[in-house]
């Protein structure tokens, strides 16, 4: 059986493209020091990046707070363009498989870090989005206050005469 061995080369633009994670199940009583974010396993929303845990998601650790970021915004990414759906399993409650959701993301950033810049505006265009989504949420949600206050007080008028 031959052994293939990498170039210096080879080494060199694999730690330049790859970032280095580690993806475990989280378990509700642990706690992490380093770098890290969850991510969602079970339901239509599996892969879905969180900022806090929840009883099904996995973890996600990282070397360092960039690597961090860029994973969390590759699986945000990922979990919007639905690519995560190609990996449910199960008929009830649909889940995805550690293995293949690392295999996944794994792929992924080494083809985003290859194209760093389009990459970063992709990113940057997700945030804008993001951001701009959770706008629309606040507005919408006053607006549904504000009908029913109109309505409210109009009953309450009604009432009162």
Not at 25 to 41: C, G, K, W
Not at 125 to 130: G, N, V
Request: proline residues 2%; glycine residues 4%.
């Amino acid at each position: 059986m031959k052994k293939y061995m990498r170039s210096a080369a080879s080494k060199t633009l694999m730690a330049h493209c790859m970032k280095s994670f580690c993806i475990k199940t989280h378990r509700l009583e642990s706690s992490y020091q380093q770098p890290h974010f969850f991510i969602l396993n079970k339901g239509l929303n599996s892969g879905k990046p969180l900022n806090n845990a929840c009883p099904n998601c996995f973890v996600c650790l990282t070397d360092n707070q960039e690597d961090r970021e860029f994973l969390f915004w590759l699986c945000f990414g990922l979990w919007r363009s639905k690519s995560f759906h190609y990996l449910l399993k199960g008929s009830v409650i649909p889940f995805v498989t550690i293995d293949e959701s690392r295999k996944l993301i794994r792929e992924s950033s080494t083809k985003a870090s290859c194209k760093a810049l389009a990459f970063q505006k992709a990113i940057q265009a997700l945030q804008l989005l993001d951001t701009n989504e959770q706008k629309i949420k606040v507005t919408l949600k006053m607006i549904d206050t504000a009908r029913q206050a109109i309505f409210y007080d109009l009953m309450k008028e009604a009432d009162a005469g």
